[in-house]
Structure formats: structure tokens, C-alpha cells
């Protein structure tokens, strides 16, 4: 059974830092592009950034670029969002994903798998 497990959200203030990370169990994780998106109340879910399977290329959405940054462990089976200069506008659970696809990273359709999210609220 596969399992995606967020952890390391909170509060933080307006300009602070949080690392988020997703442990991943029961599937072979250097072959999954590893995905984070968030879901704000009252608003559709959004793509944040993603990484490859195993060049670990990045991509990021535009509003997040330079500050935010994912990383990976392959030998930990765990992804990372490291977020920076956070702004109350990133208020949201955040969720990581597992797809096999890369071409399609921004398409939370494409994503397998799904973690439970972690709360991260920036306070002004």
C-alpha cells in the first residue's frame, strides 16, 4: 500500500521560512516525479512546483520562482518543499504527489498518489 505523509507545516509570519517534507512508502520512488501542490479555503487546488524522477529537474509556478525550492532524498523515499520569504498569499494545506509522468507535472490529474496536506499559514 502506498503512502504519502506531509510533515513540517505551521504558523509562520510574513517573510519567514518552513521546510515541508513528504516521506513516501510502498512505491519505487526514484521512478515518480514528485509533486507539491496547495489549496487555499474557497479556492481550486494549485500546482506549486514538482521535480523529475531521477535528474531531479525542477519546475516551479511562477508565483513561487526564487523562492521555493524542492529537493529530493532517493535514499530516504522523501521529497522536499523548502519555502522562503513566505507571504500571507501562501496560506494553504499543502499536498505532495507521486506521478509517473513529467510532461504533464502541472496536471494534478496525472498524480497517482496523494498525501494527506499540512497546514502552512503565513500571518501578516
Known amino acids: 500500500q502506498v503512502h504519502l505523509v506531509e510533515s513540517g507545516g505551521g504558523l509562520v509570519q510574513d517573510g519567514g521560512s518552513l521546510r515541508l517534507s513528504c516521506v513516501t512508502s510502498?512505491?519505487?520512488?526514484?521512478?515518480?516525479?514528485m509533486g507539491w501542490f496547495r489549496q487555499a479555503p474557497g479556492k481550486e487546488r494549485e500546482f506549486v512546483g514538482a521535480?523529475?524522477?531521477?535528474?531531479?529537474?525542477?519546475y516551479y509556478q511562477d508565483s513561487v520562482k526564487g523562492r521555493f525550492t524542492i529537493s529530493r532524498d532517493n535514499t530516504k523515499n522523501t521529497v522536499y518543499l523548502q519555502m522562503n520569504s513566505l507571504k500571507p498569499e501562501d496560506t494553504a494545506v499543502y499536498y505532495c504527489?507521486?506521478?509517473?509522468?513529467?510532461?504533464?507535472?502541472?496536471?494534478?490529474?496525472?498524480?497517482?498518489?496523494w498525501g494527506q496536506g499540512t497546514q502552512v499559514t503565513v500571518s501578516s
Open positions: 504527489a507521486a506521478s509517473t509522468y513529467w510532461a504533464e507535472q502541472r496536471d494534478g490529474q496525472y498524480y497517482s498518489y
Open positions: 521535480i523529475s524522477s531521477r535528474q531531479s529537474t525542477t
Open positions: 510502498g512505491l519505487t520512488f526514484i521512478g515518480y516525479t
